[in-house]
């Protein structure tokens, strides 16, 4: 999905100009969260700001209060965009981190099924959303050109870890496994996942492979602007099940909005 043009971008809570936009516009080494803001909410802050919270601890090893962050993000969105597409981005130039809040016009993931190239790609310090994500946007494109919706990242043995931008979900006859190896556990997964038993589809961690891809009969990716079907991994298609998506859109319409 194509980002809408930027309608607000604020460090520190004041509006970006040429100075303070230096250091974001000539390094790669820091680390953001995205989310979708709707009436002033967002699903799974707590989540967010555990996640540049720890980011920033990892990093650099410094604190970032998350109340903050949370401050800064109601004063980039103001009363002019309840809703709307939030990134807040971490850098650190002076040995003390500055926050950088991006403001976009709402998003949502199409419900159209996506057919997924495979790569043999590992992002690295996976768990970690961080910037310079040249590999992902190089293998997205590639798989883009050939056809495909996106990518799908694998390592050398053929082991599924995760989408280009998204986590990945497969449903066999036992629920919904997710592939176990290093990936950025993304906070729509965070949420959706320890509702799914409760739900009546258990959920486990487990290794994918490329080779072992017809044992499951259906597959989903989720990230910030939601879920969508998975029709195809290179040549294995899958039908789309109508049933799992309608319930993990239940699930997930049932995660409660917080204000931020």
């Given at each position: 999905?194509?980002?809408?043009?930027?309608?607000?971008?604020?460090?520190?809570?004041?509006?970006?100009?040429?100075?303070?936009?230096?250091?974001?516009?000539?390094?790669?080494?820091?680390?953001?969260?995205?989310?979708?803001?709707?009436?002033?909410?967002?699903?799974?802050?707590?989540?967010?700001?555990?996640?540049l919270r720890a980011?920033?601890?990892?990093?650099?090893?410094r604190e970032l209060d998350g109340e903050r962050v949370r401050e800064l993000i109601r004063h980039a969105i103001g009363d002019e965009y309840p809703d709307a597409s939030v990134r807040v981005y971490v850098h650190c130039p002076d040995d003390t981190p500055t926050v950088m809040v991006t403001v976009r016009g709402p998003q949502q993931m199409a419900g159209t099924a996506q057919a997924l190239q495979s790569v043999t790609y590992r992002r690295p310090a996976a768990h970690i959303k961080h910037l310079g994500g040249f590999g992902q946007a190089y293998y997205g494109q590639r798989a883009r050109a050939a056809g495909f919706d996106d990518a799908l990242l694998v390592e050398d043995a053929g082991t599924v870890l995760e989408g280009a931008v998204t986590n990945i979900g497969f449903l066999d006859d036992?629920?919904?496994?997710?592939?176990?190896?290093?990936?950025?556990?993304?906070?729509?997964?965070?949420?959706?996942e320890p509702r799914l038993d409760a739900a009546g589809l258990p959920s486990r961690r487990d290794r994918v492979t490329l080779g072992g891809l017809g044992a499951y009969r259906a597959a989903?990716?989720?990230?910030?602007?939601?879920?969508?079907?998975?029709?195809?991994?290179?040549?294995?298609?899958f039908a789309v099940?109508?049933?799992?998506?309608?319930?993990?859109?239940?699930?997930?319409?049932e995660v409660p909005w917080d204000a931020v």
């Open positions: 999905m194509t980002p809408l043009p930027l309608l607000r971008i604020e460090i520190d809570g004041r509006p970006a100009d040429a100075e303070s936009l230096l250091h974001p516009a000539t390094t790669a080494y820091g680390h953001f969260t995205a989310m979708q803001v709707r009436g002033g909410a967002t699903r799974g802050l707590a989540l967010h700001l555990e996640r980011s920033t601890a990892e990093l650099w090893e036992t629920g919904v496994v997710w592939p176990a190896g290093p990936s950025l556990a993304g906070i729509t997964m965070q949420l959706l989903f990716v989720t990230n910030s602007q939601g879920i969508a079907p998975v029709s195809r991994i290179d040549d294995t298609d099940d109508e049933k799992l998506m309608e319930r993990l859109g239940e699930i997930y319409a």
